[in-house]
């Protein structure tokens, strides 16, 4: 097991960290330290850059390892669709480090309005802009809402958070667009009592450190949102490591740079190369690529290991991947989510407790169930959010300030 | 309340977020959140950079703030005795991101060992010097112990954590030297026990990236550590801000930059301005100055309180600042502590519970009580630490890996 971190991320409760309710070790635990009963299981924390298909070698940064069987699981990173310049304006959420930027530049925002004198200035340091409306993107504006609207309500003099603006652009005509029609209806109806102002069929078309600049499909006017705070929730592309198996195997990727396996996961002309998880493109039986989900990737981690011991036990494996999928959910704030199992659509309050139990029987391997259901019961019933932290090296306080610094 | 941080942080468990035991969360609160119910009170997170003596105005990175009266409680950093190039090499224990960087740089350590293959470069990374047995030094020697002897046990394949070097590098005759001799004795033979090396009488001469050069007093041989993990725990220098109050008042200031302050704990001639804490020096009926701790800096804040308080409603204020010592105490590992409570010394199993209950009840304003015990309950008594985690911005593995790639 190669990992350039030291951690396993329970990324479906990444947001959580971003919006102060928990701490980065609830959602995470070292590797060696999951892995330390399976005796015939090495973890090494090195960053792998590329791979020798040839001498069937896996090349690291300082050094290489010799395989047999090789499983490609990096996952993806998000994409800023051929504008890394929006990056340092617009951070994403795949990382504890980009939870925890996000987190301080969301706190830091509050704190800067709470000093700013220029109405305008404060209005838009008061406006938050989430690009995306997908799950992360929805769970992190109903999450913002309850910080403005509830956690910091009696901690400032000079501003009050209610005031804060939390905008959702979403390109697509709906929140949660890839849920039934009916579902994502009750998804907008939960974002409006938060307040979250939606906006679809709206893209994102300039971010830079004073403003968002968008427009309205079919629309020619653009529309300019003076912000400091905008969080990247839309794009999505497969590790870059996919384009490297890809290059040394000819094997084929899809739009996002995922690469495409076969029925058994492998990577064609490679039966001993595997691709799982958010980088990898199945096609399943509609010929439609699977979600980029963490019950794909879990499933075929389990379909991959029955594969490897069977091989290295010379027995013969002949089946083909075959995604179950059990539902999926989202949630959008305090006792609002929504779920879909098979094709039961469920919403409110019984969706938000499915959530509950789900997420806390999942997140044992990470950190002690009873410490999360009490941050977790803090943050929901005393509204109160224990891990508000700005950390960072240099505490910048006032961007336009440090700015106006470097130019002289 | 103007600090350049939105968070108050309990240092005396600063080294329980350094070796992995706590989350940042657990010991820092934000400090508008605390003030909340202190309708008079205003927060503001800015960083102050000078004082306007004359004008009467605390001067911001970007802007100013006038005062009737001005209290100075920066606190103290480390010094390094003028040898700031040791600072990468040797992090200190100060801030949250200090005790996270050790945290990564320890952990990250056994992950390097358990690659290396040459014996003596994984001796070197699974080698940590802690310079300085006061209180922090001793404290962090423990729990590194605990967590090499116990913690990391199972977790890894080709090293023995157990292996690890716990080296405690004391200027002066003993550990803890403040306390008493026998109670210094005591705390030196938990060390023992728990396989720390403490050197007394000994010196740090040199510190670079892969070793510590140490002399022992009195003898001329200097000896080379080899080591990639030194962590600083040795000298306080006051904040900058005392030097900047100094210049600007004509104060004089202590060895470590430290303000002289008089009884009722007003600068020389400046009866509008108190300097309280670290970085204040009072001295005592007995001539010597006060120590850095906690419990004076509170009463010394609970002093001015009164004073500012009279004052602003032109009452007399005359009391001199008397410190009552109601004890101190350090903690050396699983159920070992020292305390000294008046002239009574207590050891042991006892003083680890009086520990235990002291900070349990001084931390409820930072976090849910009930979670800290948790934690605490999981690595003190399943010897597992949940915040094991290694972030950074770029995670880079081998120290030398990377500094060859920055020569070449």
Redesign the interface.
Known sequence: MVD????HLFQPLLYQVAT?DL????I???L??LL??Q?NC??????VVDFDIEGRKVIL???DLPYDYLVVAAGATHSYFGNDHWEPFAPGLKT??GA?EIRSRV??AF?VA??ETDPAERAAWLTFVIVGAGPTGTELAGALSEISNHTLL?????INPADARIILIEAGPHALGHYPKSLCEKAEKSLRELDVELQTETMAIDITEDHVMTKRKGEETEIRIPTHTVIWAAGVAASPLAKKIAAATGATTGRAGHIEVGGDLTIKGHPEIMAIGDMAMFLGPDEKPLPGLAPVAMQQGDFVGARISALTQRRPFEKTFNYKDRGSMAVIGRFRAVALVGTKQISGFTAWMIWLVIHLMEITLF??R??VV??WG?SFFLR?R????????T?V??NR?AATERAA
Chains 1, 2 share one sequence.
């Open positions: 350039r971190r030291n951690h102060g701490s980065p070790a609830n995470a635990a070292p060696r330290y330390r009963k005796t090495t973890t090494i924390m090195a960053e940064r300082d050094g504890i480090e925890t706190l830091k704190e709470e000093r009696h901690d400032f003099r000079n950190s002690s009873i410490l009490l941050q803090g109160n224990s891990a508000r932290l700005i950390t960072s090296e505490v306080l006032n300030a």
